[in-house]
């Protein structure tokens, strides 16, 4: 299945949330499913280049995704709408989050936990009150490159800017991966550059360095989910240190923890089938 292919089957619709703006998403109403995820995409922040996981999913589940949209200017805002799409579909549901996703799952389950089924949190990082030292400044290191970034972009050309993005991207494709997988990774910078645009990712790169202001999780807002926690976390993953995966591990009620999934950052897509068999058992061993 094409990109384009995808956009035909799954269209992309509209929700009006109370505050009078306009909400976009897909969603895939599975009639066999017991289960419904809600995918969240890293800080690139196009969920169509996911595609592949949504249809994938959809054999198993009802699915829904979304951008983190520019309307929507923080986390807490877009937490919010979010809720309120879901009150409307009438769904309860496991959010999916890769990276910035995982970040903005703890948030929107912190803040609304009657919404939430569990959680499966990828390569990603916590937004704990009491992180370690290390875990903090690892963190804050992330954050301050962004605030970096964000004024390269202010200056560069955009198209120098997607260079850098896509280097940034293909720079994790190694000698082990087949040549399928470093197609996939291709196809998918291809897509980022097509897709993204100069306002986006300047709001894409505020809207992550707002992940600061929600650095207060305990490990009871998160007690309802004891045991239904899936963390994946890529013992090859170097974006975010072994600190910050510890501090993430210890936020969470007894979780289940997965670091044989190689493939760096994006493990998830490189691994795809083995992400998708991975999450689709873990849930459905957990579904009514």
Known sequence: MTLAEFRQVYPEDAFIVSSGK???????????????????TGGIGLSDLF??????????????TFDYQI??????EFADAVVELLHSLREKVWLVGQSLGGVVAQIIAQRHPDVVEGLVLSNTCSLSGSMSEAGYRDLMRILEGQQKFRKWLSILPFSVIKQIMKWMVLKNTTED????????????CDSMLELLTKPYEAHM???????????????????????????ILSRD???????CKYDLINLMPNPTVVE???????????????????VTEFIKARSD
Do not use: C, Q
């Open 22 to 40: 306009t909400f976009l998403y897909r969603y895939y109403k599975n009639p066999e499913a017991r289960a419904t995820l809600v995918l969240l």
């Open 51 to 64: 595609y592949r996981h949504f249809d994938r999913f959809s054999r198993d589940f009802s699915v829904l």
């Open 71 to 76: 309307p929507f200017a923080d986390n807490g």
């Open 177 to 188: 991966f087949t040549p399928e997988e470093k197609a996939g990774i291709k196809e998918m």
């Open 205 to 231: 790169i505020d809207f992550l360095i707002d992940a600061k202001h929600y650095l207060d999780l305990t490990r009871d807002d998160f007690a309802t989910w004891e045991g239904r926690v899936l963390l």
């Open 237 to 243: 993953d170097t974006t975010f240190t072994p600190a």
């Open 260 to 278: 044989r999934l190689t493939g760096g950052h994006l493990a998830l897509m490189v691994r795809l089938e083995d992400y998708i068999d991975l």
